[in-house]
């Protein structure tokens, strides 16, 4: 059943042979018997919910699991089954605690999937990220629902980590950068970054950023998003010269990614004469330099923001 995947494997010719092969042999889900053990379980759903937690416990131990998921029989099958039998629990919305954890069980695995190079195209040909869509469209604040979007948006985002414009492409046929836009107005803050890390991506590949502006309504959804997630990060800032410490980090880390996209976005000269008028206040009067203190990159990030769009006054 497995042989496909250990021909698979690839050898690398010139490479030093002995560290390479110790580190191999320790770092492959091939040679784990435990491993098949609980593919069998989730194969044949003698155990399937205790096979999904252990297999994704094992996903940091080896880099092979991704080929091993793939390739073993019905595996692929029975992820796909057990995310489309959490649908019907989310209109209306009535997802428990147990079925949410069970099913992001199931998106880590698929996750793993998605970051493996050599399974990656094979993920995007399947569709898989299509199946996501009804998760990743919820707009339940319920804590449930705030762990299936951001462990579907894990899935997203480890497909954009490594800059591959396959994956911008693939994207870009699909309603994710409205569905990013919908988590970065409701979901929790970790959701927020997450998706905007994924809208970043896209902006940063130069058809990403052409697809977003090339119609008035898009750039000005993206940008309108922008600006409600400036808005909310200043008012934290005020409430936080009050009570300072309380989350500044996070609320540092969303603000970076929000400079980001602004910055690329002023890339494309439609949109930076745009945001010329358009660029929230607090970006341009200091609100944030106490955030900003000790982000060098960010800061320089802004200030080149800054300096585009005056050119075009
Ligand atoms: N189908 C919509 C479109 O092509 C998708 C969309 C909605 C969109 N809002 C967006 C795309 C914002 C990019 C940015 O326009």
Not at 33 to 48: F, H
Not at 65 to 84: D, H, K, Q, R, Y
Not at 95 to 101: Q, Y
């Amino acid at each position: 059943m497995y042989a496909a995947v250990a021909k698979g494997q690839p050898q690398v010719p010139h490479a030093p042979q002995v560290p390479q092969e110790q580190n191999n042999q320790k770092n492959r889900a091939l040679n784990d018997e435990q491993i098949y053990q609980w593919l069998s379980e989730l194969v044949r759903g003698t155990n399937r919910e205790r096979a999904l937690l252990e297999l994704g416990k094992k996903r940091e131990q080896y880099d092979d699991l991704a080929l091993v998921l793939w390739n073993s029989f019905g595996v692929m099958t029975v992820l796909l089954e057990e995310i489309v039998s959490v649908y019907p629990f989310l209109n209306p919305p009535v997802l428990t605690a147990s079925v949410s954890n069970r099913v992001c069980n199931a998106l880590a695995l698929l996750q793993c999937v998605a970051s493996n190079v050599q399974t990656r195209g094979l993920f995007l040909s399947a569709n898989f990220p299509l199946y996501l869509y009804p998760f990743l469209s919820t707009n339940s604040r319920q804590r449930s629902f705030e762990y299936l979007r951001l462990t579907s948006l894990g899935v997203i985002g480890a497909l954009v980590k490594n800059d591959t414009p396959e994956v911008i492409n693939f994207l870009l046929t699909t309603e994710i950068v409205p569905l990013c836009l919908n988590i970065m107005e409701i979901s929790s803050e970790l959701s927020k970054t997450v998706a905007i890390f994924i809208l970043q991506k896209i902006l940063l590949d130069d058809q990403g950023l052409s697809y977003i502006c090339t119609t008035y309504e898009r750039f000005h959804t993206v940008a309108s998003v922008l600006s409600k997630m400036i808005d909310q990060l200043s008012l934290n800032t005020n409430v936080q010269s009050q009570a300072p410490q309380q989350s500044s980090n996070s609320s540092g880390r969303l603000l970076k990614h929000v400079v980001r996209c602004y910055m690329r976005l002023s890339d494309n000269l439609e949109a930076r004469k745009a945001l010329a008028t358009i660029l929230p206040e607090p970006l341009r009067d200091g609100t944030f330099s106490s955030i900003l203190q000790d982000d060098v990159a960010t800061k320089r990030c802004l200030a080149q923001l800054l300096s585009n769009i005056n050119d075009q006054r």
